[in-house]
């Protein structure tokens, strides 16, 4: 009780008298997405007038965002969409390989393939995002999965804070939970948090007639589970508290962020629910407004650090400025948008994105001190991790055509392949009706009633040579983002690919005679798939190096230990050599977080929000005594 008294009179005691009420805050957030979302709503519930700053807008009621179901429409939607054109490597010829690479045709129409028409312009390979109240997880597939074990672990490794123990930290799913379908009464679940989780009706693997439970029967029989259990086995709780979980090669019911009758289910619900009460949480939300720059008093910092302190950011104000926006209209006249200035009493947060946050704390000087200045910028502090240690899972797919149409449910599962490096799973795998091959606007290919689809996430690439680097000091424009895939322990990480691909496709052999030989288009395009790829180990290699995507990225500005001179964040989410900066947000991750991080940045943006709330109420004590 003493504490929650204390946060309320807090704000008002720190406030200066000559403070203009209507650009100064407790907190500034800038980014609504799993990692800001959350976090910007509950500093407010506990009584901190925080202000949350997105450049999109917000798309709650619209269909294309509302039901789960349309998740490829959303991310193709130009209402909310950031196109990205990023790079696999630093070999141009390589990158051109990849079969989706676009082009501006200078008409306003995109041209995606190998052979662009005379005179277009290489844009690179899409990776999009979306602006909008809820970031990214209002255009996702919504898929609901946990991190390894090791993946906590690992951060208490690296920082020596426990508080990040895999124990620990399943008690933020709990607390943002609203599971729809386990029993109120397994605790290893949340029951009335913000975030639905539902699951799919597995009913359809009872049939055992249709091709795709013989598929499934198959593939029981090849990651070392009971063919004869496989409805039982198709429904394992994604989300399950087992104790070798990440170990167990199974069959699961994949569950999605989203409630039982499709609605999606994202921060954007918690947001709205804060501002609903508004009498009693004081957050406000500016859509429609870009964050440019964070401002810092550079004189000293509190107790004489000599490290510049965030005091504010300074935004542009105005629909689709960031020139990533298609909707974007380029200025005409010379001078700029005005800026507008917003102040934080106690700290600014950034949550902009794996992409966004390293560019805006460049932009604010910073990063690598040699890159900054190359761009004019003045440096306040050296921090050469900035942008660095991009990575992602790498994803590709098995894709064919089956005779006859194969008309199933999904089938989701997570195994081993015998070449990987731990006894833990390293693929994640749903095969169904579909075509799925990557990103570019567009996207997904529909090649008839008879596609067929496996498509696989793999876990733990060897290398994180990805970056984010500036192209300009100008905040509109895009920064340069090259994920490096496969440079380095690549062939490792493909032989990974290509085995789990073999897994697969010898599973399709089961269908039954109606339905193969399946017309395999890739990685190894033949007439008469039969379970031995086409195209060998190293045509594999070659489609997997060359066409494999990604969307999960991560670890932009990572939390690290007090020794590493790459480390951007302390294990509090703090920007290193500066006060009252934090980032969170997927940037912050050390590794990828398992399979999918849209719930596990949900989770880290409450456990920062407790960090942060700990620490104002105990300066504020601090100050009282
Ligand atoms: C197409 C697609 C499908 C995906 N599917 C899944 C899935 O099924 N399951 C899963 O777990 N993950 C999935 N992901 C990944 C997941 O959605 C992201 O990892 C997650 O949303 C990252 O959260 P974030 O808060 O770091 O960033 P984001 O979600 O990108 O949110 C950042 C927000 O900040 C705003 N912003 C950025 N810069 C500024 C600025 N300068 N000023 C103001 N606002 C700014 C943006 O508009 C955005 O709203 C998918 C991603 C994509 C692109
Ligand atoms: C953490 O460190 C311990 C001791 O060095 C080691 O045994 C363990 O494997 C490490 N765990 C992770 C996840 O890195
Ligand atoms: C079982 O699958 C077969 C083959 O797809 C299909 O023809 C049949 O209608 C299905 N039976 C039921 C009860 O759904
Ligand atoms: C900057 O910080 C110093 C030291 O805390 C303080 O005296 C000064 O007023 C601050 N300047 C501004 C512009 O807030
Ligand atoms: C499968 O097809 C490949 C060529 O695509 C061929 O080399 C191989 O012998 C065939 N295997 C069987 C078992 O028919």
Request: charge should be negative; proline fraction near 7%.
């Amino acid at each position: 009780m003493k504490f929650s008294f204390l946060s309320l009179l807090a704000p008002a005691l720190a406030a200066a008298a000559d403070e203009d009420p209507t650009n100064t805050y407790d907190y500034i957030v800038v980014g609504s997405g799993p990692g800001g979302g959350p976090l910007s709503a509950e500093l407010a519930r506990a009584g901190y007038s925080t202000l949350l700053i997105e450049a999109g807008t917000d798309q709650w009621d619209n269909p294309t965002y509302a039901d789960i179901q349309n998740f490829n429409e959303a991310a193709n939607d130009e209402t909310t969409r950031w196109d990205f054109w990023v790079k696999h490597s630093d070999d141009a010829a390589r990158d051109l390989k990849f079969k989706h690479t676009t082009w501006d045709t200078g008409d306003g129409t995109f041209y995606v393939g190998l052979d662009p028409p005379e005179g277009a312009k290489l844009l690179g390979i899409q990776y999009p995002r979306a602006a909008v109240l809820g970031g990214c997880a209002m255009h996702n597939a919504g898929v609901a999965s946990l991190p390894e074990d090791d993946d906590w672990n690992r951060i208490v490794n690296l920082t020596g804070d426990t508080s990040w123990e895999a124990g620990k930290m399943r008690e933020y799913l709990k607390k943002i939970e609203r599971n729809e379908y386990a029993d109120k009464d397994d605790v290893s679940h949340g029951h009335d948090g913000w975030l639905s989780i539902s699951q799919t009706d597995p009913s359809w693997t009872t049939n055992s007639s249709n091709p795709a439970v013989k598929i499934m029967k198959r593939l029981a029989e090849l990651i070392g589970q009971d063919p004869s259990d496989i409805t039982n086995l198709a429904n394992t709780d994604l989300l399950g508290d087992f104790p070798a979980r990440d170990t167990m090669s199974s069959f699961f019911n994949m569950a999605t962020h989203a409630d039982s009758k499709g609605k999606r289910s994202s921060p954007n619900n918690y947001i709205r629910a804060t501002l609903a009460d508004a009498a009693k949480y004081p957050l406000t939300v500016k859509l429609n407004t870009l964050a440019t720059k964070v401002l810092f008093n550079t004189t000293t910092g509190t107790g004489g650090s000599g490290k510049p302190r965030a005091t504010g950011v300074e935004v542009m104000s105005g629909p689709s400025l960031y020139r990533a926006d298609p909707k974007h209209v380029p200025l005409t006249s010379s001078p700029p948008p005005p800026t507008t200035q917003y102040f934080a009493r106690r700290e600014v947060i950034l949550s902009g994105g794996a992409f966004n946050t390293p560019q805006l704390l460049k932009l604010s000087g910073i990063g690598p001190s040699a890159e900054l200045s190359s761009h004019s910028i003045p440096v306040l502090v050296d921090l050469p991790g900035v942008g660095e240690g991009l990575t992602d899972n790498y994803e590709g797919s098995l894709l064919g055509l089956a005779k006859v149409p194969i008309s199933s449910g999904l089938i989701t599962l997570l195994f081993r392949t015998p070449n990987a490096p731990t006894p833990k799973r390293n693929i994640y795998a749903w095969c169904g009706a579909f075509s799925f091959e990557g990103f570019w606007p567009g996207y997904p290919n529909y090649y008839g009633p008879e596609q067929y689809t496996c498509a696989m996430v793999h876990v733990k690439p060897r290398g994180q040579s990805g970056s984010v680097r500036l192209v300009s000091g100008d905040p509109l424009d895009r920064p340069e983002i090259n994920f490096r895939f496969f440079e380095k322990g690549g062939d490792e990480d493909l032989a990974e690919l290509v085995s789990a691909a073999n897994i697969l496709r010898e599973s399709w052999q089961a269908a039954g005679p109606y339905v193969v030989p399946f017309r395999e288009l890739h990685p190894c395009p033949t007439e008469r798939q039969n379970g031995t790829a086409a195209c060998g180990e190293g045509g594999q290699k070659e489609y997997f190096k060359l066409q494999a995507y990604s969307h999960h990225a991560t670890s932009s500005c990572q939390i690290g230990g007090d020794g590493d001179g790459m480390a951007v964040l302390d294990s509090k989410f703090r920007v290193r050599g500066t006060e009252g900066l934090r980032v969170v947000d997927a940037s912050a991750w050390p590794n990828v977080p398992g399979f999918f991080p849209s719930v596990p940045t949900m989770m880290i943006s409450v456990k920062a929000s407790e960090d942060i709330i700990r620490e104002a109420r105990e300066g504020d004590a601090g100050k009282g005594e």
